[in-house]
């Protein structure tokens, strides 16, 4: 079934909510605040490595000249099951987890981090669960192989 938020915000827009969310919650809850020393590298690790898997996501996408417009599926030319989508069918959404974890870690609060399955749920029903959808329609059985191969996060 499809619902008015489907597809309807870009998964970037949602990632900069997500972190302006996490630090005003930071800031508003302060009684959830911890220390964690290193929080700044810790926070540039994630964000390297994020940016990293968002790299290469997006260059194996151009490899196969395939869309990267996550709120166009039905424009995808190819599966691409390379690269790091051997181990992810969404390492770009997983890429902004993995930083927005990071950024968590850098406010060194709890309720920073509590968004962060919130952001997982989120993305899952009304950004990959619709895409999947367009995918199987389009692909059929050599979709489902994928999905059956390769997780959906991790």
């Given at each position: 079934?499809?619902?008015?938020?489907?597809?309807?915000?870009?998964?970037?827009?949602?990632?900069?909510?997500c972190a302006a969310l996490m630090w005003t919650l930071s800031a508003a809850y302060t009684g959830g605040a911890f220390v964690l020393p290193g929080?700044?590298?810790?926070?540039?690790?994630?964000?390297?490595?994020?940016?990293?898997?968002?790299?290469?996501?997006?260059?194996?996408?151009?490899?196969?000249?395939?869309?990267?417009?996550?709120?166009?599926?039905?424009?995808?030319?190819?599966?691409?099951?390379?690269?790091?989508?051997?181990?992810?069918?969404?390492?770009?959404?997983?890429?902004?987890?993995?930083?927005?974890?990071?950024?968590?870690?850098?406010?060194?609060?709890?309720?920073?981090?509590?968004?962060?399955?919130?952001?997982?749920?989120?993305?899952?029903?009304?950004?990959?669960?619709?895409?999947?959808?367009?995918?199987?329609?389009r692909f059929g059985p050599d979709y489902d192989d994928y999905m059956a191969t390769v997780r959906r996060w991790i």
């Open positions: 079934m499809v619902t008015i938020l489907d597809l309807k915000i870009p998964p970037v827009a949602q990632f900069l909510m929080a700044a590298a810790a926070f540039a690790v994630c964000a390297a490595l994020g940016g990293g898997i968002g790299i290469a996501s997006v260059a194996a996408f151009r490899r196969h000249s395939t869309t990267v417009d996550p709120t166009a599926p039905d424009k995808t030319k190819a599966i691409v099951t390379d690269s790091v989508y051997r181990y992810s069918r969404n390492p770009m959404y997983l890429a902004l987890v993995v930083t927005l974890a990071g950024w968590g870690l850098f406010l060194q609060n709890v309720a920073a981090l509590a968004l962060l399955p919130v952001f997982v749920v989120y993305m899952t029903q009304f950004q990959i669960k619709p895409e999947e959808l367009v995918l199987q329609a």
